[in-house]
T-cell receptor, first 113, second 111 residues
């Protein structure tokens, strides 16, 4: 099994629908992150969580919400999806200390029509 | 906050060396990472260098760090078609432990 698992891998949804992307990890890391990737824009941070009770907005949090259900689970919701939220979404984890860096999931490709 | 700049594209011939460059603004960055993203996949950690080092070599990969100029480079020797991917530079801030990602350099290897 992958260290960081994202579900679903692909999703097509309609404008106005609520959708949830899920992320689970077996790394035992405290910190979890949600990014979106758009061509030419690189990775942009949506939300991050340093532990279950510590959730913070990233640079592009408008239109998104998150829930940290447990140390191992961090979900991202789009309350009312719009077409410009079509993107590749990545979950990542990192330890609290040390030089290990981030471990990424394989991504969720979301299309809003 | 930290700014990280990379060229968007690089094209090299198979067997040549590739050099991907990155500049950053936070002089207190502690670890500096390189990630590789193959088509349709997530980002994988390729290598990293600690800020008290000038160079790190790992098989075909060489990382050079110039702290004075805040410049990081990744050299891939004997570049292969399997090296075709997007490469991201990501320094880590001293206090926050968060990574800031560049926009990525798309490396195309010509057979």
């Amino acid at each position: 099994d992958a260290d960081v698992t994202q579900t679903p891998r692909n999703r097509i949804t309609k404008t106005g629908k609520r959708i949830m992307l899920e992320c689970s990890q077996t790394k035992g890391h405290d910190r979890m992150y949600w990014y979106r990737q758009d061509p030419g824009l690189g990775l942009r941070l949506i939300y991050y969580s340093f532990d279950v009770k510590d959730i913070n907005k990233g640079e592009i949090s408008d239109g998104y919400s998150v829930s940290r259900q447990a140390q191992a689970k961090f979900s991202l919701s789009l309350e009312s999806a719009i077409p410009n939220q079509t993107a590749l979404y990545f979950c990542a984890t990192s330890p609290r200390t040390g030089g290990e860096g981030y471990t990424f999931g394989s991504g969720t490709r979301l299309t809003v029509v | 906050g930290e700014d990280v700049e990379q060229s968007l594209f690089l094209s090299v011939r198979e067997g040549d060396s590739s050099v991907i460059n990155c500049t950053y603004t936070d002089s207190s960055s502690t670890y500096l990472y390189w990630y590789k993203q193959e088509p349709g996949a997530g980002l994988q950690l390729l290598t990293y260098i600690f800020s008290n080092m000038d160079m790190k070599q790992d098989q075909r990969l060489t990382v050079l760090l110039n702290k004075k100029d805040k410049h990081l480079s990744l050299r891939i020797a004997d570049t292969q078609t399997g090296d075709s991917a997007i490469y991201f530079c990501a320094p880590r801030g001293a206090g926050s432990y968060q990574l800031t990602f560049g926009k990525g350099t798309k490396l195309s290897v010509i057979p």
